[in-house]
């Protein structure tokens, strides 16, 4: 959907929004005495749902096993997110269409991880866990600013999600320590943040967008960094394969193996257990010293 197609559902919407606050309507959490919160991607859903526990109600505008990446609002979703009490999003050019809506009628409790989302274009700050935690503490002071009377339990939950984001950085740290300064070569370059928070140098067959066509010209420079730096493994997503990257597999016997950028999350997968599958991967995977 183009920009202006957006603007069209918005225009469109409008009256049926306020249609509901007309007739009373409420959030959908707000019949068991629940928080709405609404969250744009998973990585956001995790953070309010650890956060929140069983004080809220949390939607993901992105379906389960769906990409965040564009995602287009339909215009239950606009009505979703005016009804709302806390949203949850992250501004800046993932979900432009998102952004839009938000901007035409900015909810009175957001949380915009977008300060988090400091590298340039990339928006995977969720690959640090320690940026994670952070998000933990911005969720929890709005929850708290709508719902007062439980904002010792929201503290306490962002106190609790910064320990184990705390947890799984010691276990990367101390597992990645060897490999300090290793080529992290990824089918595109969604890895930025870990590479950067543990000492790898990451190289991308794609950028930043996997669905931009990679030129022969840079597949010969990847190629040549490659056989510069010994890397023996070349780490794609599984919802995506390995696409180009495969001819480079093909022609310098590369390893490949799954690296999740925790995007296309399906059912029964979590932020915690791929972060765990994903370090594990990088144990087996990256060239590293003893």
Do not use: K
């Not at 509901?20 to 609404?38: E, F, T, W």
């Not at 705390?166 to 990645?176: M, S």
């Amino acid at each position: 959907m183009s920009r202006g197609g957006t603007l069209g559902v918005l225009s469109a919407v409008g009256c049926l929004v306020c249609g509901l606050a007309a007739c009373g309507g409420s959030p959908a959490g707000a019949d068991d005495g629940r928080i709405d919160v609404v969250a744009t991607s998973y990585p956001l859903e995790f953070v309010a749902e650890a956060v929140g526990g069983d004080l809220v109600a949390v939607t993901n505008l992105t379906p389960a096993g769906g990409d965040s990446h564009g995602l287009e609002p339909a215009p239950r979703d606009v009505v979703t997110l005016a009804a709302a009490d806390v949203v949850v999003h992250l501004s800046g050019g993932l979900q432009p269409a998102v952004d839009d809506v938000v901007a035409q009628e900015e909810p009175q409790h957001l949380v915009d991880a977008a300060p988090l989302a400091d590298r340039a274009e990339d928006p995977h700050f969720w690959l640090d866990p320690l940026r994670v935690g952070d998000l933990g503490e911005e969720v929890a002071g709005e929850l708290a600013a709508v719902d007062p009377d439980h904002a010792a339990e929201y503290t306490e939950g962002a106190q609790r999600l910064q320990a184990s984001m705390r947890e799984l950085d010691e276990q990367y740290a101390e597992t990645l320590a060897p490999c300090r300064g290793a080529t992290l070569l990824a089918s595109h370059e969604a890895f930025g943040y870990l590479a950067e928070r543990y000492g790898l140098h990451q190289v991308g067959v794609a950028g930043l967008d996997p669905h931009v066509e990679v030129s022969p010209a840079r597949l010969r420079r990847v190629a040549d960094q490659v056989r510069e730096t010994g890397a023996r493994t070349v780490f794609f997503e599984a919802a995506a394969g390995l696409g180009v990257a495969e001819t480079l597999a093909a022609e310098l016997d590369l390893d490949p193996a799954v690296l999740h950028p925790i995007e296309r999350v399906g059912d029964g997968e979590t932020y915690p257990g791929l972060m765990t599958a994903n370090l594990e991967a990088l144990r087996l995977g990256l060239t590293c010293a003893g």
